[in-house]
C-alpha cells in the first residue's frame, strides 16, 4: 500500500515537473515611462511575459498580478491583475504577453531603484498551477528640496523681525509659505503665516513677522508645492541671540541724530525766548525815554 501511495505520489510529482517544463514562463520589464518616475505622479510600467507557458493553449490561463505595496498604488476600481489564456497574445508581440499597468508613485518613495514585486503563474485552472514571482526595480526621482533659514534681523522699535530663506535643493517650489507655531520662545501679533510664493532653487529672498522673540530655538513650518504639484511640509528651527541685534551702529546713530533734534529744539525755543524778553525789554525803555 505505501509502495502504491509513494508511486502515485511520485507520477504525480513527475506530471508537475513536466508541465513545469512544457508551460515554463519568464518575466522582464521592458517599459517605464517616464524614466525616472516622479514622487505623487503616475509612471506606466510594461512587463513582458515570455516562453511555452504563453504560447502553448494546454498551458491554461497566465495571470499576472503586479503586488500594490510601496512605494506603488493603483486609483480605486483599477485591476492589478491580468488574466488570459495561453495561446491568445497580440500579433505584434510575437508570442510574448504584453502586461501594462499604470501606478501611481508614492510622494515618500526614495529616490532611485525602489523595489516592486511582480506575481505570475500560468497552468491556472488546470489542477497543476504554478505560482512564480519576481522583484525589479522602479527607478524613481527625488523632487523634494530642502531649505536654510535663519534669523536676519530684528528691529527693537517696531518689533519686526525678518528672517531669510535660501532654497538649498535641486527643485524649485511653488506656494511656498512659512507658518510660526505657537511656542514659548516668540510671540506673534497679527498673521502667523507669510505667503512666499515660488522659490527657485539656490535662491533666496526674505519675510517678516511681528513679533517678540525671546533667546533660544524659534520652530517655524514650512509648506510648498513640488514639481508634480504635491503639497509637502518641511520643519525647520533657527536660534535667535538678543544679543546680535542690540548695540548696532543703525541705532546708535539713530540715537545721535534724535539728541542732535532735541538740541536743536532746545537751542530754538531759548532763542525764541530770549529775543521775545530783549524785545519786551526794548520796548519798556522806549516808554521811559
Not at 517544463?21 to 521592458?30: E, M, P, Q, S, Y
Not at 522699535?157 to 538649498?168: D, G, P, R
Not at 509659505?177 to 505667503?195: L, T
Not at 539656490?202 to 525671546?214: G, I, L, M, S
Request: with cysteine; charged share 25%; aromatic share 10%.
Amino acid at each position: 500500500m505505501k509502495k502504491v501511495i509513494l508511486i502515485f505520489a511520485l507520477m504525480i510529482f513527475l506530471s508537475s515537473f513536466a508541465f513545469a517544463l512544457k508551460c515554463d514562463i519568464n518575466a522582464t520589464l521592458v517599459s517605464q515611462d517616464p524614466y525616472p518616475a516622479v514622487q505623487g505622479d503616475y509612471v506606466k510600467l510594461v512587463f513582458q511575459l515570455s516562453g511555452p507557458g504563453i504560447s502553448d493553449s494546454s498551458c491554461g490561463k497566465v495571470r499576472v498580478e503586479l503586488v500594490e505595496n510601496f512605494p506603488i498604488s493603483f486609483d480605486p476600481n483599477v485591476s492589478n491583475k491580468i488574466e488570459t489564456q495561453a495561446g491568445v497574445y497580440a500579433s505584434d508581440y510575437s508570442s510574448n504577453l504584453i502586461a501594462p499597468f499604470k501606478v501611481r508613485v508614492d510622494k515618500y518613495a526614495l529616490q532611485g531603484d525602489n523595489p516592486i514585486k511582480l506575481k505570475y503563474s500560468f497552468g491556472v485552472g488546470t489542477g497543476t498551477e504554478s505560482n512564480l514571482e519576481k522583484t525589479f526595480n522602479l527607478n524613481v526621482q527625488d523632487i523634494e528640496t530642502d531649505f536654510e533659514v535663519s534669523v536676519k534681523d530684528y528691529n527693537y522699535a517696531t518689533k519686526t523681525i525678518t528672517f531669510e530663506i535660501l532654497n538649498v535643493g535641486k527643485n524649485n517650489v511653488e506656494s511656498l509659505v512659512a507658518e510660526i507655531p505657537v511656542q514659548n520662545n516668540i510671540e506673534v501679533k497679527g498673521s502667523r503665516r507669510d505667503i512666499i510664493g515660488s522659490l527657485d532653487s539656490n535662491d533666496d529672498t526674505t519675510f517678516t513677522f511681528e513679533a517678540t522673540p525671546k533667546d533660544g530655538q524659534i520652530n517655524m513650518i514650512l509648506l510648498y508645492n513640488d514639481n508634480a504639484g504635491v503639497r509637502r511640509q518641511v520643519e525647520k528651527s533657527m536660534m535667535f541671540n538678543s544679543a546680535d541685534f542690540k548695540g548696532r551702529v543703525r541705532d546708535q546713530s539713530g540715537s545721535g541724530k534724535r539728541v542732535w533734534i532735541i538740541l536743536i529744539i532746545i537751542v530754538i525755543v531759548i532763542w525764541y525766548f530770549w529775543r521775545r524778553h530783549k524785545k519786551k525789554k526794548l520796548e519798556h525803555a522806549k516808554k521811559f525815554k
